[in-house]
């Protein structure tokens, strides 16, 4: 080796070099004028020979082999930096050329992360990840990541044979960024981070920016063409404005949350967009579509926060999907997780050796097999990343909506996690404040575009506050999914019907809280996971199944808030659920007014023996509707209802109509209100068993008001004269009753008269007997004296 070469070599560093475990690799190779010339080092471990080219200069430079390990130099007779190309000679004979990436200076500056690093960066993939750039005039890719905590980072691709000593980057100060302009490639490149851990060895990640990730070979980051955001011709130009123009507005919310991946098993993604337009959902909410590899956890471990999952199709065949969705007037929501993420090597798990994106392992409560990290939100960084990945969705894939899942592990330390495993906050509680802080700030930037995207709290806890309602400090969220009232309607549907009157409060517990928060009712994939919706309902056949299923669906769209269904649950329901959301659609008093009180009346909430429950539903223009649900398998005929409106009521929506599978005929018979001669309006209806109808109420006009009263007058008149006639007729019938009474006492007394005669005649002659007889006794004993006189004398 010449003498001169050796003497400038710095072999420790060298040694970093041998072993990828520098972070500054350009202060030794690449170029460096010394005082013996110009020096120039090449680490090329695939090379037998590597000569350098210099511009200018005709004759190439052999390079000498410094270090078996494939450390090349040479110094070359210059006072200046000199440009340059060099050529490696492989074992195979195959000779390439290349331009030394360790000739460029570097590309950014500290101060380019300074939002990102203070958690205020919006668009994180643009300053990091893999581009396309042009650099001196020289075509390539420049690479860039975070990782703080690495030893060293290296870049690794099939055009390095994943040798990490090949592109080692360059740290770029005290950012924690490591940054590495590589010429030559290009856009669909596959890549990835080799990253040298204190402690921990060496391990591959995949781009935490990528906006691919591809499979094959290997599951490996891919370059992204610069001009990719704008490489599908959008269609959608007229929803786009209709959603900024209505942006602000309560408008009907029908969800079909649905998992896009198996869907598309089964039928292509056009069937998918027919199925969703002839149902009648006004929204889907596809389950997570961001790029994972854990396939036992639905998609929810993401693996690429900035990628559209590759069994999508793609990203185009993505965007096209969310075309043809807008064109056919149905809004895109879907799933996001910012709450945790995997432990999946190439992830974001242990990152650079020091967990840089999140530490603590939970127990989730709903799936405590998965083995994930929370996010480390105090790490501005991290808010940074995911905040530009929520908004990249919204900008680049036109996402209407954006379901945060886990909220309720981001807003408390403590969750899911064993006691002495967490730190309270400053304030000694167990809120996450860093976490309530980078919710409002993606809520708040949502809200601020003005364009109509929203967002949607999956959040379990009970938290007050979620979205903007009375509140003074909320989350901001636009909708708050409400679990609570899941859990309750669910054991209410999963009793026997036999004793449903004991669960029958459950029903009426979602009103006591229900202008607290803006809700979305919904009925979700995570409610189904144990016992699909048919077998939780009663009945002994299907059809005594869906219309359980019916009647509970009926009372869900009647009650305050959006609505999401899930795929699945709706088998056997098509025409039904058609049907169902396009009334909702049409009817603004279903949901114009979900957060008024003026929007919503309890009708009948206090019939647990029937388990009949019914309300009014009232828009801004003062429609009504008249919904009863009968949660029994009872018939219940002439039902009374007490009702709000004086009018008429014309059914006009029931589960159990024979088009859908049940046995009523449609009944377009008005029924009139009537009120009993009190102050409350009744109406009398029919409820099949396990059902539910509507009724919409059209008030009586002047003159059928008038009418009435006319109607009404008359009955009382009649009524009156009736009761006179009544009157008159009792009194004719007691008079008749007090003749008959009287002849019969004169008959009574003529018979008396004649008694009293008869015995008087009886009298005297007996008078007149005793008379004979004491006359004839004085006569006698007259007659004796006079003898016995005679004997004495």
Known sequence: MNKNLYGLMNWPEIEGIVYAECDKPKELLGAHVTGKGLLIQIMRPDAVTVKLHIDGRKTAVNMEKVDESGFFATLVSSKKKLSYTYSVEKVNGEVTE???????????????????????????????????????????????????????????????????????????EDTGVFELFIPGLAAGCGYMYEIKRQGKGTTRKLDPVSRQISSVPITASMVSDENMPDSYAWNDGI???????????????????????????????????DFLKQEGYTHVCFLPVAEYLNEEMNGYSTLGYFAVTHRTGGSDAFKKLVDDCHNAGIGVIMDW???????????????????????????????????????????????????????????????????????ASMLYLDYGKQPGTWTPNMYGGNENLDAIEFLKTMNKCIAKRGDGCFTIAEESSGWFGVT?????????????????????????????????????????????????????????HDDFRQKAFVDMVSGSDEKAHLSDIKAALGFMYAHPGSKMFAAGQDAGLEKFMSELNKFYVKNAALYELDNDPDGFMWLENS?????????????SKGNKLVIAVNFTPVRRENYRLHVDVRGKYKEVFNSEWKKFGGDEKVNGQIIKSDNDGDDMEYIDITLPGLSFVIYNSEPYTQLELEEIAVLKRAAIAKKEAMRKAAEAEMLELAAAEEAKRAVEARKQAEKACMEALQAKEEAVRKAEEAARASEEIDIETKKKLEQLKKKMK
């Open 98 to 172: 290349y331009t030394d990436p360790y000739a460029f200076a570097n590309v950014t500056k500290p101060e380019d992360y300074k939002a990102f690093l203070a958690g205020e960066e919006k668009n994180a993939a643009h300053i990091f990840g893999a581009h396309e750039r042009t650099v001196n005039g020289v075509k390539g890719v420049l690479f860039t990541v975070w990782a703080p905590k690495a030893l060293s980072v290296s870049v690794v691709g099939e055009f390095n044979k994943y040798d990490g000593r090949v592109h080692l980057m360059e740290r770029i």
């Open 239 to 273: 929803w786009m404005i209709k959603r900024k123009k209505e942006a602000g507005k309560k408008k009907p919310v029908t969800v079909y949350e649905v998992s896009l991946t198996d869907w598309l098993k089964e039928k292509s993604a056009d069937e998918f967009v």
């Open 337 to 407: 997780n910012g709450a945790y993420f995997g432990t999946e090597v190439k992830g974001l798990y242990d990152f650079d050796g020091a967990d840089a994106y999140g530490y603590l392992k939970p127990s989730l409560e709903k799936h405590p097999e998965w083995d994930v990290v929370t996010f480390d939100y105090k790490k501005g960084a991290v808010r940074s990343f995911l905040l530009s990945s929520v908004l990249m969705w919204l900008n680049d894939y036109h996402i209407d909506g954006i379901r945060i899942d886990g909220v």
């Open 468 to 524: 903007a309602a009375d509140n003074d400090d909320p989350l901001m969220f636009t909708y708050k999914q409400n679990n609570c009232w899941t859990k309750d309607f669910l054991e209410f549907m999963g009793t026997d019907p036999l004793f449903r009157k004991g669960e029958y409060d459950k029903l009426t517990y979602g009103m006591l809280y229900n202008y607290g928060e803006d809700f979305m009712l919904s009925l979700n």
């Open 607 to 619: 019939n647990p023996e029937e388990t009949v429950i019914a309300m009014q539903r009232a828009d």
